[in-house]
């Protein structure tokens, strides 16, 4: 018998069509929760076309790699990439893993101060000095110097982050680290770290509904996120000294300043890149998968991956999120290549 389709927000799992088909029309996989709406766009569109079910839970980019390293789903996601000791993982499990980027977004600093109504701006140094607990007043005199114009309250900033292992952690911290040598020396680089202030939610959706509920917070929230939920949120001075708003065309400047420093394995960062119109605190989601799919579904999952990263990408925009650049497609169809 048929099961109804349904899908599951609140819950943060996504079942992208229903269930009742066989295997061989169904793929799996797990991670990112910063792609959790374009893979529901994805999912919805792709078993239109091509009757193939895409069941996708948005559990966050460490658990996605944990689940396509345990060989549980067809495919993680993760918007930070795997790191060597997770490939080497991979290895003994008995095969390599590859990268291949799906989709590409934005960070943003969201905020919650119903009396401040122009947009804040913020630079780098600002908001790792607010997440290392050195900022603890919206009207300490950093803010007010970069806001001259703004009534900020003398109110404490209650500070969000996420509390489960995260892609979006992933490109804010790489970011902070690359602006703050205190960020970098203390806390560093991860999907998931010791958080020296603030309140942890899972998700983008916890962060999100923390930050949309709560007087005085910041929290930093993938583009798409912000948007849906009407959050308020920052522009980020650039490398060349420009606030920019966060914006498909702006992650997209980004993108495009960063192809030629891209390495072959495609594990990269597009933080902090160069060009007056790049968003600094733009990432990239990538898809982690086996070469050897340990189901037997190599070339449906080279099939999907292949249709996200060509006809899937039209969909990019009206969900805020950045298209691939043509230079980066060509390079990841040579890695689609290895799928077996």
């Keep these: 018998m048929k099961t109804a389709p349904f899908l599951i927000v609140a819950g943060i799992s996504l079942w992208a069509i229903g269930c009742g088909k066989g295997d061989d029309k169904r793929l799996s996989g797990a991670g990112s929760t910063f792609v959790y709406p374009m893979m529901s766009k994805w999912a919805s569109e792709y078993d239109k076309s091509r ?5 996708y839970q948005s559990i966050g980019s460490g658990g996605g790699i944990q689940q396509m390293t345990a060989k549980t789903v067809d495919f993680g996601c993760t918007d930070g990439p795997m790191n060597e000791e997770q490939i080497e993982k991979c290895r003994q499990s008995g095969s ?3 990268h291949i980027p799906l989709i590409m977004g934005a960070d943003v600093p969201a905020y919650n101060l119903a ?6 701006k913020f630079t780098g140094a600002v908001l790792a000095d607010i997440y290392l607990g050195k900022i603890k007043k919206w009207n300490d005199s950093a803010l007010k110097n970069l806001n001259p114009e703004a009534q900020l309250p003398d109110q404490e900033i209650v500070v969000v982050h996420r509390s489960d292992g995260s892609g979006t952690t992933y490109i804010w911290v790489d970011y902070l680290a690359k ?29 999100a509904g923390q930050v949309r509920r709560t007087s005085g917070s910041i929290g930093y929230i993938e583009l798409v996120y912000a948007l849906q939920n009407a959050i308020k949120f920052g522009s980020v001075q650039n490398q060349d000294g420009v606030f920019v708003t966060a914006s498909h065309e702006s992650v997209t400047a980004a993108a495009n300043a960063s192809l030629k420093e891209i390495p072959d394995d495609l594990r990269y960062s597009i933080t902090n890149a160069a060009g007056k119109e790049s968003f600094p605190i733009s990432g990239t989601v990538w898809a982690v998968v086996y070469v050897n799919n340990p189901s037997g579904k190599g070339r449906q999952v080279r099939d999907f991956l292949f249709w996200v990263t060509h006809e899937g990408q039209r969909y990019a925009d009206a969900l805020h999120y950045s298209r691939l650049p043509q230079g980066l497609i060509e390079r990841l169809e040579k890695k689609l290549d290895q799928i077996k």
């Design 51 to 55: 009757n193939i079910q895409v069941n």
């Design 96 to 98: 390599e893993a590859v």
């Design 115 to 120: 009396e401040v109504k122009d947009q804040l």
């Design 179 to 207: 602006v703050s040598d205190e960020w970098k020396k203390k806390v560093g680089v991860a999907t998931s770290v010791n958080w020296p202030c603030g309140i942890g939610q899972k998700g983008n959706e916890g962060v």
